[in-house]
């Protein structure tokens, strides 16, 4: 180890060791209450504090039945009507509805930053909320849903937790904040290296060693710890509320630490329904197998609701009430009755969970992740992973290690049944990269789902229908018993590509077949470049970190007009009766007869396998990344508004020295002139070394924890 590597472990050892002194000197929200809460006593549960299932009889949690019946009676009703009108702009009388609406999911998957802005433009272009969206006849859409799942992927979770922790704000406000309560998102702020590219970095180092600190008071209390808990510290920072431009490298709050999954259900617009029922979804692989590749299709697939952590797939099928997650149970039953833990559903590390993808990048024995070295991302995450094993080891770093409730629990069939602890990974690790296989569980009766697919799956960073693929044969080889059947989709990447389904809005399963299982239509959003051959903003790499404002205004202007656009065929225009078409397809489960407006619309959205669409229908389209904002003129302006102060000083400094080597020219010339003595100028001059009155920088700790 280099010497400059010894100085900046100790400054790391010295200021964690402040950062958890002045936690108790910070009353409100210190960074320690990521820790869970140990020695809790259990609910007086004689048989088990997990139920079970099969797939034949399927129940879900009493909780999530009431929360959906209600959302459905009191809201989704008055939405429906606000939405349709009376419902003759698309050839149909409401009142003949009678009610009788079909239950709709939405799923958000794909990676990287790319997929928060992503579906957020989408959301947002489905929202009522929106009166743009609202008078394209798309804003809408997003009230009538009963559920919203998220994986990762890296990012669908990001978006939906932020959604839910700041109680459900407009998309506008969440990604730009509104001058009070919600600052914006910190996307202007590396992931990783927010400060600068610099290790060395103060302001770095201060968020590093806050982010350990938060780890190493989970670990203190008994609980494993990985490199997921940094990652899930590091989202809660950019996605979560509590931190702002003027705060990030401060413990002046918590940034997110404390805010539990399992009280959702506390926030106002959870009471009042407000919002769809809220799913996030998890990959897994055996416990001890240390897969580092992509995750057999039959590894257990875990979810995570306000009220649950469990999986309805058929080798497990079994659910613990979430607030005891991270508690170990063998066969249902703690050790002892005040074995149980609280506290561990941290919404950072549900967060960090679902995007787990350190199994495909993380090199344990020498730390490295393969990310962009001429950034900072690498050495940023190389550094504080080191010091992560040096202050809270784990046998298994790659994954998200959750405490196994499962123990004991089918032990036949389920793959886990014998371990101690689960390791949980990236929702997209099965290539499963939008979670629609969670609003296919029979038990919820989803007549529609619409899919927002921010997948990168090409060499331009676009879908190509894999992780619908994937779902498709997920359902046939695995989950025939426990969830709906998919509609027919294409059987090939390749025929995606083809049929131009993968680049504009296209419905699946538009006609039920004679004598097949029902199953619900699918909405297909994927991310494509502009209509109007303009080019692309929305296409970027998985690992970049960081995005300038105007980079981020330009990609959710960008996906908010394909959400309003549709698609008209073999022209690059926008359909100016896509609102509508789309209004077809959430409701057509719920009519016996097809309107012929309708029909004209399933026509040109609907996939037809008889008849296939031709990529050639949509000319004109730009396909390679063009950066919005190449030369990052955003941060530059940001960093002169950030630093003008110190600029200002900086400046009068500049001046001041230049006054002062011109000043002592003159002295200079003077003194020779009247043939001084060296002696004396040199006494003068030893006088007036600048290192005599500069102010250095002080050792003594500050309030917050910093590195270096």
């Known amino acids: 180890m ?5 100085f900046i472990s100790l400054q790391l050892v010295l200021h964690i060791i402040s950062s958890c002194i002045l936690s108790f000197a910070v009353a409100q929200n210190p960074v320690d209450v990521y820790a869970p809460t140990v020695d809790v006593n ?55 509805l009678e009610g009788k609406f079909p239950r709709i999911g939405i799923a958000i ?9 992503y579906g957020a433009a989408v959301l947002s272009g489905l929202d009522w909320r929106n009166t743009t969206a609202r008078g394209e006849g ?6 009538v849903a009963s559920y919203l799942s998220a994986s990762s992927g890296k990012c669908g979770s990001w978006l939906l937790g932020s959604l839910l922790m700041n109680d459900w704000p407009s998309i506008e406000e969440l990604v730009y904040g509104n001058g009070g309560n919600l600052s914006s998102w910190m996307l202007d702020l590396d992931l990783i290296v927010p400060s600068s590219a610099l290790v060395s970095d103060s302001n770095n180092q201060e968020y590093w060693g806050s982010i350990l600190a938060s ?24 996605f979560l509320n509590e931190t702002t431009q003027g705060n990030f490298y401060t413990n002046q709050t918590s940034h997110g630490a404390g805010q539990l999954w399992s009280q959702i259900s506390l926030l106002p617009s959870f009471q009042n329904y407000t919002m769809p029922f809220p799913i996030v979804t998890a990959d897994s692989r055996p416990a001890g197998s240390g897969i580092t590749t992509t995750v057999p299709l039959n590894s257990t697939v875990y979810e995570i609701t306000p009220f649950e952590f469990g999986s309805w797939d058929p080798g497990l099928a079994a659910m613990l009430p979430l607030k005891f997650a991270g508690t170990y149970l063998t066969n249902g039953l703690p050790a002892n009755q005040s074995a149980c833990i609280t506290g561990f559903d941290q919404a950072s590390f549900v967060m960090g969970t679902s995007s787990s993808f350190f199994n495909a990048v993380l090199n344990v024995t020498n730390g490295n992740f393969g990310f962009d070295t001429s950034d900072g991302d690498e050495d940023g995450m190389n550094f ?3 010091q992560l094993l040096s202050h809270t080891p784990s046998n298994v770093m790659n994954a998200a290690n959750w405490p196994n409730p499962f123990k004991g629990v089918n032990s036949v069939t389920f793959q886990d049944s014998s371990a101690d602890q689960l390791e949980l990974l990236d929702g997209g690790s099965n290539l499963e990269k939008t979670p629609l296989s969670s609003l296919l569980v029979k038990a919820r009766g989803l007549d529609v789902v619409v899919v927002i697919d921010g997948s990168a799956d090409d060499q331009n960073y676009w879908p190509n229908g894999t992780s619908l693929l994937t779902t498709f044969e997920r359902i046939s080889s695995v989950l025939s018993s426990s969830h709906q059947p998919m509609p027919p989709i294409p059987e090939t990447a390749a025929q995606f590509v083809s049929t131009g389904v993968n680049m504009r809005p296209t419905f699946f399963g538009c006609n039920l077949t004679q004598g097949q299982p029902a199953y619900p239509i699918i909405i297909y959003l994927p991310n494509a470049p502009p209509l109007d051959g303009s080019a692309p903003a929305t296409n970027t790499g998985d690992t970049q970190f960081s995005y300038t404002s105007l980079f981020t205004a330009v ?13 008209k065929p073999n022209t690059t225009s926008s359909d100016p009766l896509w609102g509508q078409c789309l209004q077809c397809a959430a409701i057509d489960r719920a009519v016996t007869l097809r309107s012929d407006f309708c029909s004209q619309c399933f026509t040109q959205y609907c996939y037809n396998p008889n008849n296939p669409p031709s990529e050639s229908e949509l000319p004109g389209r730009q396909f390679v990344f063009v950066d919005p904002d190449p030369g990052g003129l955003q941060k530059v302006e940001q960093w002169l508004t950030d630093n003008k102060g110190a600029l200002a000083g900086f400046i009068v400094a500049i001046i001041v020295v230049i006054a002062g080597i011109v000043g002592f020219i003159f002295w200079r010339r003077k003194r020779r002139a009247h043939k001084s003595r060296y002696s004396r ?6 006088d007036d070394e600048p290192w005599r009155y500069y102010d250095t920088r002080s050792l003594e700790l500050t309030r917050r924890m910093s590195i270096t």
Not at 2 to 6: A, E, G, V
Not at 216 to 229: F, I, Q, R
Not at 681 to 686: A, G, H, S, T
Request: proline letters at 4%; hydrophobic letters at 30%; glycine letters at 10%.
């Open 2 to 6: 280099t010497y400059p590597d010894i």
């Open 109 to 117: 998957g794909g990676e990287g930053y790319r997929t928060a802005q």
């Open 555 to 567: 990609f959710i202007n960008q996906a908010f007009g394909n959400t309003l656009g549709g698609f």
């Open 384 to 386: 504080i992973f080191n």
């Open 42 to 96: 259990c609910p007086d549960t004689p048989n088990s504090l997990v139920r079970t299932s099969t797939p034949q009889n399927q129940v879900l949690n009493t909780s999530e039945t009431e929360y959906i019946a209600s959302r459905e009676s009191y809201v989704i009703s008055n939405a429906w009507s606000n939405w349709l009108g009376n419902a003759s702009d698309i050839g149909y009388n409401f009142e003949n």
């Open 681 to 686: 100028v040199d006494e003068l001059r030893e």
């Open 138 to 143: 798309t804003g809408g859409l997003l009230q």
């Open 215 to 238: 780890v190493e008071s989970k670990a203190n209390n008994g609980l494993p710890t990985s490199v997921t808990d940094v990652w899930g510290r590091m989202i809660s920072y950019h």
